[in-house]
């Protein structure tokens, strides 16, 4: 029994691990986001996500309003969000005084089809050395076309494309 006890706490010790960073900021505010989400609180998201981004939605207030647009469409349709993982985090890369990090996204969702995990990139920069952070969510879009988008972004950053598992 104290062997499965022990063999259990190393299991869960390592998946922690493995869903951090190196930067506790980072695994704060990516927490912090995560729970703006998963709780509808669209105010308080729109605050980790990247300025180019919110800038191309026509500002914070209108950004607010899509995004609730969206949620409120997604929840008609029959999806919620109850989970969300990150995990797989790359090295940290500076470019054009920013600093660049690219994680694998986590979301298991009930859909009308049942309940799915799925898994694509999002993009974590600081332009402050890693104190504050944005997020770009990139929708599990193909690399090419989120560095056309984003040009600030180094080529270098691991960028996978979405995945949709089935859960049972």
Not at 20 to 32: P, R
Not at 69 to 81: A, C, I, N, V, Y
Request: aromatic share 10%.
């Amino acid at each position: 029994m104290k062997k499965v006890f022990a063999i259990s706490i190393v299991v869960i010790t390592y998946n922690f691990c493995l869903s951090q960073t190196s930067n506790n900021q980072l695994n704060q505010q990516l927490n912090e986001m995560k729970n703006s989400f998963i709780l509808n609180d669209i105010d308080s998201y729109v605050n980790y996500i990247d300025s180019f981004t919110i800038e191309s939605m026509g500002g914070k207030n209108n950004a607010i309003k899509i995004f609730r647009e969206e949620f409120d469409k997604k929840r008609d349709e029959g999806f919620s969000f109850l989970e969300i993982d990150y995990k797989d985090p790359s090295k940290f890369l500076k470019r054009n005084n920013e600093l660049q990090c690219s994680i694998t996204q986590e979301m298991l969702l009930e859909s009308p089809e049942g309940k799915m995990l799925v898994e694509y990139s999002i993009i974590a920069i600081s332009i402050d050395e890693g104190n504050n952070w944005k997020f770009i969510d990139t929708y599990g879009k193909k690399k090419e076309i989120v560095l056309d988008v984003f040009s600030n972004i180094s080529h270098e950053l691991p960028i996978i494309p979405i995945s949709k598992t089935p859960v049972d």
